[in-house]
Every structure is written in C-alpha cells, then in structure tokens.
C-alpha cells in the first residue's frame, strides 16, 4: 500500500484530503495518462453509489480523465462488482468506482479496476501515486485531442441480465419470500429485479437513497434489521447488502444471521459434493473464523489464509485457479461468475444450493460451528504509526505464544478507517475477555495525546 491508496482503494471524508475534487481530478488524469495509447483512443467508465458527494468527485474525475485525451462512460449508481461487470462487457480500458463500500455516507472513495475487471496491483497503484504527486509535469492532450463524456442508460439491464445467468437455468425463485436489504446504495434498483425476475416474492428495504442515509442502520451493517423482518413476514431468507453491494450477509428463516463465514462453508460443501472445488481449497483472509478452517478440515479440505482485503484473496485465486474466496464480512468471490466480490451472486448461489438441496438455510447453516470471537476498533491517532510503537510486535507476540492452540489474536491498523482492529478467537468465552481487555489496556496506553 502507498500514501493515498489503502487495502480496498483511496478512501476518507469527503471534502477533506484526500477525498477532494483536486486529488479526484489528478487521480483520474493518472489513470487515463498510464491507458493513453498511439494505437487507440482508450476509453473509462466512472461508477458510483448513492453518495452525497458521489457528484462532486464523477465529475472531477471526468475532467481529469477528458484533459488527457481519453472518453468517459458515466454509468451512475450501479454496485461495484457491476462495474467491474460492465468494464469487461464493453471493452473498456478501466473502470472507476466512486464509493466508500460500508462506511458511513460522510466517507468517499476510489476503487480501479483494469480491462479484465480484476482490482489494479499495488505496483501499478503506486505508479498512479507518482504521477498524482508530480502531477505538473502531465502532459495534457491538444484541444482538438480533449476527452468526450457521455452517460449510458443501458447499463442496469445489462448486469441484471448477467446476474440471472449465474442462477440455474433449471431452477426458480418461485416460492420464495425474501427480504432483500439494499441499504439505500447502489443495489437500491438492481437487486430487488434480479430476484423479482427469477420468481421470488421480495419484500424490498433500503432502496430510498437521499445522498445521506447510505448504510444508516440498515444493509449488511445491520443485519438485525433483515432477521426481525424474516420473522415479521415468515420470509424463507433475508439477504442484506452494504452500500456498494459487495457484500452479503444473510438470515435464515428463523431469523438467524449468517455472516460471510458460514455462507463460504455452506457454498464450499456443496461444490465439493458436485466436484467444482479445485484443490479442495477456499481461499478467505486472517479474520475468518476458525470454525471455518476446522469445518473444510473435516471435509477433506483446507482453508488459505491472506491479509485482510478481497483483493488479496482474489490474487491468491487467480494465481493457483481455485474458485471460492472471501471475507467473514461477506465480500465472498465465485471466480467462475465474477472477478470480484458480488453480494447478488453469493445470495444467488446460496439460494439455488437450498433449492437444490430442498433444505432450509437453517439447517444447511449448521454445517460449521463458529469459534466464540470478539472485535474491537481502538481510534487511531492522526500521524500514529501503530507498529512503531516500542515492543508493540514483541508484546502481541507473546500472547500469541501464551493462547497457543487455544485461541488467537490479531491486531492491525485498519486500511480505510483511522482505528486498529483488535480480534481474539478462543474456544472459551473467559479467555477472549481477559485478553481483549489486556491488550487494548496496553494499545490505549499508548496512544495517549
């Protein structure tokens, strides 16, 4: 990771560096200077939720990416892994993402994909970084050269239509009731269709966006808001979103929340009972539960842990071809669907395995018990460098050592908000209580102003 970019992109408050429109304009200048060919006239297309300030940085970004000579597609709210969809389907040579995912709707943020619809790599990240902080030495386009924008309506239809594909073709939602929680971002219009058109009976939430509500008490940060509505309405499912519909987290008819974890357990037994899981391997990052890891041991299978980002995951897919890979918060990647964690296509797939099955999610659910865990988020001062902190690696070592094979711990500063996440795992409730307390007592202590 570089100075500007983090583990999923550029992310912070908006109006406020690095979140303005000067960095957005620079940034897609950037982007546009590294595609800018003899050969051809590249052209990006610029996504967004339903932010705010979504405007303020389409536009500076458009303005950036135009002075260099290179076309813009402006596709409006549309979610991530859709944009990511729509970059490969047309050809372009980019995709632009403008959203801050699940942060609240005060925060913003840019997210690249390449022509192929996977996520830039750090090296290439940091090149745009180099040219954004010698950004006068730029050479923009002639003016008979100067970049067209233009909007495109068809964009929604397109990825609708390709979403129903990754549903079987021999199965329907017909029967169903689902609450589907949109979380007042960029799936607000899409996903309830795609369900709809498949034949469920969908009781849709979240999907009023007023630039300010995005994720405010609902969507996958709330999931409790989807289990009470399960049983409110005696829906089969609940399927919650978060603002860029990225991620899925689900409820079981009963009303039980399942989080990214068990729906990779759920998915991943399935497809080794019908031989789609190659090397018997799911790829997921340092934060899933060990339940998850015990639950494919027992399965004849194994669990590849990254650092924390699907981004990371998706790297360790590409690079040895496995198919499933995810995140406990629901980011959860199907390869052979999609280049990028798609809440639509994971709810999709969880939803045909219960069909298939003729099982409740209930019951598929208690494929994998959860290891008792516990997170914190500690503030992280401005300018703070965590681990330089004297004997902050020695001392978070030591208690690794001391929880040995009874539990874990991991701590690290977040990469897109200013806190330093504090998770421990353990069989007993006890032991994740008295460490949590020792190490953010000791963290605390040393963040004092």
């Excluded at 496995?322 to 296509?345: A, P, R, W």
Aim: net charge negative.
């Amino acid at each position: 990771m570089g100075i500007l970019f983090g583990t999923d992109g550029i992310r912070g408050v908006a109006n406020t560096y690095p979140i303005t429109a000067e960095v957005a304009m620079k940034v897609g200048s950037a982007v546009a200077s590294v595609l800018r060919s003899n050969t051809h006239r590249p052209k990006i297309l610029i996504g967004k939720d339903t932010r705010l300030s979504g405007y303020m940085l389409e536009y500076a970004m458009t303005s950036g990416i135009c002075a260099m000579g290179v076309d813009v597609f402006l596709v409006g709210p549309l979610p991530t892994p859709g944009i990511a969809f729509i970059t490969r389907d047309m050809r372009a040579d980019a995709g632009i993402v403008i959203s801050a995912s699940h942060n609240p709707y005060e925060y913003n943020g840019i997210k690249i994909f390449a022509r192929d619809g996977y996520k830039l790599p750090d090296e290439i990240e940091l090149k745009l970084e180099e040219i954004v902080f010698n950004f006068n030495e730029i050479s923009l386009a002639p003016c008979d050269r100067i970049g067209r924008a233009r909007r495109i309506e068809d964009v929604q239809g397109r990825y609708i239509v390709f979403l129903k594909h990754t549903f079987p073709p021999d199965l329907s939602l017909e029967g169903l009731k689902l609450v589907v929680d949109c979380a007042h971002g960029a799936a607000y219009k899409v996903a309830p269709l795609v369900f709809q058109e498949l034949g469920a009976d969908v009781i849709a939430t979240g999907i009023q966006p007023d630039g300010r509500n995005i994720n405010d008490r609902c969507g996958a940060l709330y999931p409790e808001c989807i289990a009470q509505l399960v049983r409110k309405y005696g829906a089969h499912a609940g399927i919650a979103f978060d603002g860029d519909a990225d991620r899925v987290i689900m409820a079981d008819e009963k009303g039980n929340v399942l989080d990214g974890d068990t729906l990779m357990a759920i998915c991943a037994e399935h497809m080794l009972r019908e031989d789609r899981l190659p090397g018997r391997t799911v790829v997921a990052t340092v934060m899933s539960n060990l339940g998850l890891e015990k639950t494919l041991e027992s399965m004849n299978a194994r669990l590849i842990r990254t650092p924390v980002g699907d981004r990371y995951v998706v790297e360790e897919m590409k690079k040895h071809g496995y198919k499933l890979g995810g995140e406990q918060s629901g980011h959860i990647v199907f390869l052979d669907h999609n280049t990028t964690g798609d809440g639509i296509i994971s709810a999709l797939q969880v939803l045909a395995i219960m069909l298939k099955r003729e099982r409740p999610l209930s019951e598929l659910s208690l494929i994998m018990e959860k290891y008792p865990q516990k997170l914190v988020n500690i503030p992280l001062p401005d300018g703070k460098k965590f681990w330089d902190i004297p004997g902050m690696k020695e001392y978070i070592i030591g208690i690794e050592k001391r929880l040995g094979k009874e539990g874990r711990i991991l701590v690290r500063p977040s990469g897109t908000e200013p806190v330093v996440r504090v998770m421990v795992e353990a069989l007993k409730e006890e032991l994740i209580e008295d460490t949590i307390e020792e190490a953010v007592s000791f963290i605390k202590k040393h963040f004092s102003p």
